[in-house]
């Protein structure tokens, strides 16, 4: 009789700490489904924002090699405006990254605003010079002072799109090894 209760005890001994463990497995596996979840909402939207800034200001620079091309003199004026728009709407979208979670408080913010603000200078520069007709001026300003800067813009953008890599797979790595 002893043995048959002891027996009892045991297996509902055993059901209770098998259903323990069920639970603070589901209860982790919901915390780590909740942090890679915000790993993915904190890295991917900015990956996409970068790659958005990249073309952007891929385009800027074409609009201002073709504005400053001389076989391009019949349709260089309607460039301009282009060309504004699109430097516009590049330096918006810089404004945008430099606020989002996952670049906050790094390094990367200034060098991006710092290039950006030079990059951007130097367009208004082109630009003026443009729109005074100045198309040789313009075309020598492009390749050794506004390429120069974009360059200069492009490798800022990298190291951040860099670093929100690095993070996000330290951070996988970390996950994956809790």
């Known amino acids: 009789m002893k043995f048959g209760r002891l027996r009892f005890v045991l297996i509902l001994a055993l059901l209770a700490s098998n259903l323990l463990v069920g639970v603070l497995s589901l209860l982790f596996l919901r915390s780590m489904d909740q942090r890679y979840a915000a790993l993915f909402d904190r890295s991917v939207p900015l990956i996409n924002h970068l790659r958005t800034l990249t073309r952007e200001l891929g385009t800027v620079q074409r609009l201002a090699r ?19 728009e699109g430097s516009n709407l590049a330096r918006n979208h810089a404004l945008e990254i430099s606020g989002m979670h996952s670049l906050k408080d790094s390094r990367h913010v200034a060098a991006m605003a710092d290039s950006g603000r030079n990059y951007d200078e130097k367009v208004n520069e082109f630009l003026a010079l443009a729109r005074a007709e100045k198309l040789a001026e313009a075309n020598r300003f492009n ?23 690095r993070e996000g797979s330290e951070l996988r790595d970390r996950y994956a090894a809790d």
Do not use: C, G, H, I
């Open 66 to 84: 073709r504005v400053s091309d001389p076989k391009n003199e019949a349709a260089w004026a309607a460039l301009l405006p282009q060309m504004a």
């Open 143 to 165: 390749s050794e002072v506004l390429r120069p800067a974009y360059d200069q813009y492009m490798e800022a953008l990298d190291d951040a799109a860099d670093f929100v890599e």
